[in-house]
Every structure is written in structure tokens, then in C-alpha cells.
């Protein structure tokens, strides 16, 4: 186990901050590290009839236009189901009858705290989109019996997409 000893911001940004300071080791040996903060997030797969919607959007970050289910950070203190209606109705214009929370999970615990929800979304209601301003996204609906192929093809490279994919096909499956 590791314990802090001294840890400093080193950038406080819109969606996180970085960290860097030192830790000591069970054996007390001192080691440097650096780490991520962020208020974590949620993603939803919503379902419509016989198929999920998705977004396509360029991301800077991979210079890429990619496929994702919608998704978002967490804000203050509200809760990760009150986030994901919110975000499903401002990207893709709908409302959730039913919300099913699939996961929940580190994106990558070697060096961020980021914990993403992952719930999925049936009984839709079309509402209208409400994109904040700098959000350019085009929708995509995507059929359930070809979401097996799409993920076995590569077609989605998307972490909580591919996640939240699998994990409605296993719903299905389920029951």
C-alpha cells in the first residue's frame, strides 16, 4: 500500500487536475507520482426498438472522428443516474423510462481516480436535443444484431462504448 506524504495541483483544469507529489511504500521507501483527479462520469447505451443510438464526434485528444454512447462528466454533488438522464436527453434528445446502471469502473487506475457509470437506457421518450455549444455530433443508429460484428470488427474503439455494448448484449441475453 501506498500513503500520500506530500501532493500538490500541478494544473486545475475545466474537466481535471493533475497531481504530483511523493508516497511512501510499505517498506517506507519514498517514490514519486503523479496522478489524475477527475469527478468521474457516466455513459448510456440508450436502446430504441430494435437498435442503440450512438454519437459520432471528432475528438482532439486521437485527432479522430470515432462512434461513442453518449456520456459526460459528473458535476458537483449530483448523482451518477440524475447525470446520465441529463446527458442522454441534451446529446441525443431522449428521456429514459427505465435506467438500468450496468457498471461502474476505474478508466485507468495507474494514474486517474475517473470512475465512469455506465447505466442502460430503455421505454425512450423523443425529447430534443440540447448540445452545449461546443458539441458537434451527429447521430447514429446503430442495429442490435450487428453490434457483435461491429465490436469483432474494430468498428467501435471506444472504452465505455465497448463496455456498455457488451453489457447490454449480456442484459439482453439475460433478460
Known amino acids: 500500500m501506498e500513503t500520500w506524504v506530500r501532493r500538490r ?3 486545475n483544469g475545466r474537466i481535471f487536475s493533475v497531481i504530483e507529489g511523493e508516497a511512501r511504500l510499505d517498506d517506507g521507501t519514498l517514490v514519486r507520482r503523479e496522478m489524475v483527479a477527475h469527478h468521474g462520469g457516466v455513459a448510456v447505451v440508450p436502446m430504441v426498438g430494435e437498435s442503440v443510438i450512438l454519437i459520432r464526434q471528432f475528438r482532439i485528444a486521437i485527432n479522430k472522428t470515432i462512434l461513442e454512447i453518449p456520456a459526460g462528466k459528473l458535476e458537483g454533488d449530483e448523482s451518477p443516474a ?8 441534451e446529446e441525443v ?3 429514459a423510462g427505465k435506467l438500468v ?6 478508466s485507468s487506475a495507474g494514474f486517474t481516480n475517473e470512475r ?4 442502460l437506457a430503455f421505454d425512450l421518450e423523443k425529447t430534443a436535443q440540447k ?3 461546443d458539441e458537434c455530433i451527429e447521430i447514429v443508429d446503430l442495429p442490435i444484431r450487428e453490434i457483435s460484428a461491429k465490436l469483432a470488427s474494430g468498428g467501435i ?3 465505455k ?4 455494448l457488451r453489457a447490454l448484449l449480456a442484459y439482453l441475453e439475460t433478460g
Open 131 to 133: 448540445l452545449e455549444f
Open 93 to 95: 434528445g431522449y428521456r
Open 161 to 164: 462504448t465497448i463496455i456498455g
Open 9 to 11: 495541483p500541478r494544473f
Open 116 to 119: 465512469m457509470h455506465i447505466f
Open 101 to 106: 446502471l450496468a457498471h461502474a469502473y476505474f
Open 82 to 89: 440524475f447525470r446520465a438522464r441529463a446527458e442522454l436527453e
Open 157 to 159: 474503439e471506444d472504452a
